[in-house]
């Protein structure tokens, strides 16, 4: 079976400090690729970061980071210096053999000044 | 503009009508998805298309209908609305294994349903 799984529908973070959104996946397809969304109050959804099984190196994007580790099965994403801009709902998606893709129920990150 | 579309992006209707959510893209990706998004469940696929002509059903497929007679459209249809398909629906393309790029979902802005 396929699924992702977020446990925090809801996170708070002191601006310009780090946060951790947690994300844990099940899949049997020994490749896969796991990807972090952006969704502002605003609606749009907005690619972040992607990390491919075989990669060895985690995955970063300017203060993004995704913290990958294939034996616990979890795909974390780090921001780093929180900004009050980085309030909004993220989601988790895994895509697997036939180009499917898979998302989580979201983690709610709200930035307090 | 080169991009995903969706139309229209907010609509009332009433139930039992017919309800035809549009989505167009301009990158010609083989692959096109419509989710819906609904509080507490993230996004649930309702179906995709890998080209023309080709669909498949996703995860939560009952009520909904759709086509792809071009690459470029992906129309999605509720054929007798209900109040349980009260939701905001994405439509969205992806071009997985092209060049190094990460096949990463493309989205469309959303589109807004209310069934009364």
């Known amino acids: 079976a396929q699924k992702i799984t977020q446990t925090q529908p809801g996170m708070f973070v002191q601006e310009k400090e780090a946060v951790t959104l947690d994300c844990t996946y099940d899949?049997?397809?020994?490749?896969?690729?796991l990807f972090w969304y952006k969704q502002p109050s605003s609606g749009e959804m907005i690619f972040l970061i992607y990390?491919?099984?075989?990669?060895?190196q985690n995955a970063t994007e300017g203060r993004y980071s995704l913290n990958f580790q294939k034996a616990r099965k979890s795909a974390n994403l780090v921001i780093s210096a929180s900004q009050l801009g980085d309030s909004a709902m993220y989601f988790c998606a895994m895509r697997v053999t036939g180009n499917q893709f898979y998302f989580g129920t979201g983690t709610s990150l709200t930035v307090i000044p | 503009d080169a991009g995903i579309t969706q139309s229209p992006r907010y609509k009332i209707t009433e139930t039992g009508r017919q309800v035809t959510l549009m989505c167009h893209q301009t990158w010609s990706h083989s692959y096109m998805f419509w989710y819906r998004q609904d509080l507490g469940h993230g996004l649930r696929l309702i179906y995709y298309?890998?080209?023309?002509?080709?669909?498949d059903k996703g995860e939560v497929p009952d009520g909904y209908v759709v086509s792809r007679s071009k690459t470029e459209n992906f129309p999605l249809t509720l054929e007798s609305a209900t109040r349980s398909q009260t939701s905001v629906y994405f439509c969205a393309s992806s071009e997985p294994g092209r060049d190094s790029n990460t096949g990463e979902l493309f989205f469309g802005e959303g589109s807004r349903l209310t069934v009364l």
């Open positions: 990390q491919g099984s075989y990669d060895q």
């Open positions: 298309s890998a080209a023309a002509d080709i669909t």
């Open positions: 899949t049997s397809d020994p490749s896969y690729g």
